[in-house]
């Protein structure tokens, strides 16, 4: 049984299949058991015959991981494949906005969200700088079992970066004349209705990046430490 050391032992799947059992509302002891089954991946039946300083044991090592913040990564190796960070999000096509906003309506969408943000770089440029593939809404698979520290903080990290762009954008827009927002805008909006649908668009997101910025986030398991004698200590 491999217990994971970091928040990078974890696999994405198995940290949104966790955000799904914990809308179930269980209690604390159905929540460890599920816990050391999907991170260390072995079956609830398993777990289950774990003697209680072991269980308490894996917890707290599970706790410690969770607990991990790693830094924002502009880009990292996986499978043998380096992916890169869209390098310059003020280019970031309407088109790759709107799916986006799509797929981070559901946690088990994640995975394409990183497809969006994360693509293979194709070209290493000087200073630390590279080009990465165009997108065209292919989504990568692979990244259902990538690091979840990655994710976390790519996650947090667009979601500042994104409010903060559409924020410029309503701003920038602020007093434009209906006519000659739609025709600034009209080969890159989705829908084609013009400038009150952008705006719409760019709100909706904003509250959407708003709200999904901490929904990823997981609380310390709770469990019962054994007294020294090994014995169970009794709940007030």
């Known amino acids: 049984m491999a217990v994971p050391q ?5 696999k994405l799947y198995q940290w949104t299949e966790f955000l799904e059992y914990l809308d179930t509302n269980p209690n604390d002891n159905d929540l460890s058991i599920m816990a ?5 991946e072995i079956s609830t039946e398993a777990v289950r ?8 044991s894996i917890l707290s090592q599970i706790n410690t991981a969770i607990a ?5 990564a502009s880009n990292f190796t996986f499978n043998g494949i380096d992916y890169g960070f869209i ?13 986006i906003e799509s797929y981070e309506k559901d946690n088990k969408d994640l995975w394409k969200v990183m497809s969006i943000l994360y693509r293979p770089i194709v070209e290493q440029q000087p200073y630390n700088h590279y080009a990465i593939e165009p ?31 559409l924020g410029y954008i309503l701003k920038s827009l602020e007093g434009t ?17 013009g400038l009150d649908s952008f705006m719409d668009f760019v709100t909706g997101t904003s509250l959407i990046w708003k709200k999904y910025q901490n929904s990823l986030s997981i609380p310390p398991l709770c469990f019962q430490p054994t007294k020294l004698t090994g014995k169970a200590s009794k709940t007030k």
Not at 6 to 10: K, L, M, V, Y
Not at 36 to 40: A, H, K, Q, V
Not at 49 to 56: A, D, H, N, S, Y
């Open 6 to 10: 970091s928040i990078n032992d974890i």
């Open 49 to 56: 015959k774990l003697k209680q300083k072991e269980k308490e």
């Open 87 to 99: 390098p310059n999000l003020d280019k970031l096509s309407i088109g790759e906005f709107a799916d």
């Open 135 to 165: 997108y065209s809404g292919r989504m990568n698979a692979d990244f259902k079992n990538m690091p979840v520290g990655i994710v976390l903080s790519a996650h947090v990290f667009f979601c500042n970066i994104g409010q903060e762009l």
């Open 177 to 193: 004349k209906k006519g000659t927002a739609i025709s600034i805008l009209r080969d890159s909006l989705r829908n084609g209705d």
């Open 36 to 40: 050391i089954s999907l991170f260390c």
């Open 68 to 72: 991990e913040r790693v830094p924002f």
